[in-house]
């Protein structure tokens, strides 16, 4: 009876087409934002701007270091679907405060944090629903659906911003927030079995699960998982932090337009979505996981340089298209790390990982903010600034050095990462058709 029980919540049977709506809205919920946001954030710190930025961030991403693992294990006992809705709750909250009160925004941001965990929940999700072989596609989808979210959303935020106002905009955004959240309840049904999770609420959860750190301890004792580990915190490091201020940078720096730096997100977005999708399949298949991965760094550490040492418009053009490749990196990680662990640790796993980008999301956004104010690189204006820097000629964007430094170090750290060894596979049930993934089983996806 419980388990007819559980067939019945949402539509259909738990597949990738559930986790993909549910990335697909609430990112380009926040892509809508992309132009508000550097208003609104120049508005409330007039000062320091880049600093204030990687500060806000950097609180954020470490309550998303803390609550990651344990969000991710605890959806390995009672199921994905709540969790779904919570992360995907608080992570939109602060959307509406953007127009209401910036200041309670921000601070509803940093807070936010600790449910912005929603990747560790839809990976562990997308495990849940599909065989091993299959699951590096999967994830890769999901990736490009994250890309492919973000590849109108600023555009038309920009938009309606220019001919609306921001008001609408923000509207537009948390109506969309509401519908991702709505989609939840009604519509996605529970992919972790019966079996595997506990029957009630109620049950008492013992301190080592609900542990934030238990899972860090473990990782020291699996040699595979502790290097996954290292090479997934240097990679994100400098990304993080080329999220939390590249925008800014773009315009204030580089003299890109709203409109251009819509464009360029968008351009960025369709070229991930071909990478994701068609050259992450083709190349697990021919080179492997761990030389995928090897591959994905090696396109970041050339991005990086580009955007470090570039000082010409089709310079960021010609990085960003590098950078749509270096998008294969997580997504493949992501695969490998899934490949280590057993099916009823699949949370625990993408948990950790996503509380270690989280950490990253802390750490690299303050780390650019300050690299980005001992080089005199600050927004007081909406307008191109002045490069006044302390040495003359020195290249505008040294976070961006510094980050491809750190990937070096992960690349390196990477090389040493185990081939997984060939182990007989365990006998499984034979899935029916009514069982299959359809859209995996598709050779054009």
Not at 2 to 26: C, M, N, P, T, W
Not at 66 to 95: E, K, M, Q, Y
Not at 344 to 353: A, E, F, R, T
């Amino acid at each position: 009876m419980r388990d007819a029980s559980a067939a019945q919540e949402g539509i259909g049977k738990a597949s990738v087409y559930h986790a993909v709506v549910i990335i697909f809205l609430e990112f380009f919920a926040w892509g809508l934002l992309t132009t508000p946001m550097l208003t609104v954030l120049h508005e409330t710190f007039p000062q320091h701007t880049f600093l204030m930025n990687g500060l806000i961030q950097g609180v954020k991403g470490l309550l998303s270091f803390l609550s990651a693992p344990l969000i991710g294990a605890l959806s390995d006992v009672w199921g994905r679907r709540s969790f779904l809705l919570v992360t995907v709750f608080f992570t939109c909250a602060p959307i509406p405060l953007m127009r209401l009160s910036p200041w309670w925004y921000f601070a509803m941001i940093s807070v936010s944090g600790a449910f912005s965990v929603t990747f560790s929940v839809i990976f562990a999700y997308v495990a849940d629903v599909t065989e091993e072989r299959d699951r590096s596609t999967a994830y890769g989808l999901v990736s490009a659906t994250f890309a492919a979210s973000l590849v109108t959303s600023p555009a038309i935020g920009a938009y309606l911003s220019a001919c609306y106002g921001d008001n609408l905009v923000v509207l537009v955004a948390t109506l969309i927030a509401l519908a991702d959240i709505c989609f939840i309840l009604l519509a996605v049904p529970e992919s972790l079995p019966m079996k595997m999770r506990l029957n009630t609420w109620g049950v008492p959860i013992s301190w080592e699960q609900a542990d934030p750190f238990a899972s860090f301890r473990k990782v020291g004792k699996d040699t595979t998982v502790l290097l996954i580990c290292i090479t997934v915190f240097l990679s994100y490091l400098p990304e993080a932090g080329q999220y939390s201020s590249f925008f800014l940078y773009l315009r204030q720096v580089i003299n890109f337009t709203p409109t251009t730096i819509a464009v360029f997100i968008g351009v960025v977005g369709v070229l991930s979505i071909v990478a994701q999708t068609l050259f992450l399949t083709l190349l697990m298949k021919t080179i492997g996981n761990k030389n995928t991965v090897l591959l994905g760094l090696g396109f970041q550490i050339l991005q990086l340089t580009w955007y470090g040492l570039g000082s010409e418009p089709w310079m960021m053009w010609a990085a960003g298209a590098v950078a749509a490749m270096s998008s294969i990196t997580f997504p493949a990680v992501s695969a490998l790390v899934s490949r280590s662990a057993d099916a009823d640790k699949q949370g625990l796993v993408q948990g950790m990982i996503t509380g270690i980008r989280g950490l990253c999301n802390g750490l690299g956004p303050a780390l650019y903010g300050f690299v980005f104010f001992l080089f005199n690189v600050e927004l007081n204006e909406l307008t191109p600034i002045e490069h006044n820097y302390p040495i003359p000629g020195l290249s505008p964007g040294p976070p961006f050095l510094l980050g491809a430094c750190t990937v070096v170090v992960a690349f390196v750290v990477a090389l040493f990462i185990p081939e997984r060894s060939a182990q007989p596979e365990k006998p499984c049930p034979a899935r029916s058709d009514e069982d299959s993934e359809p859209l995996l089983q598709d050779s054009t996806v």
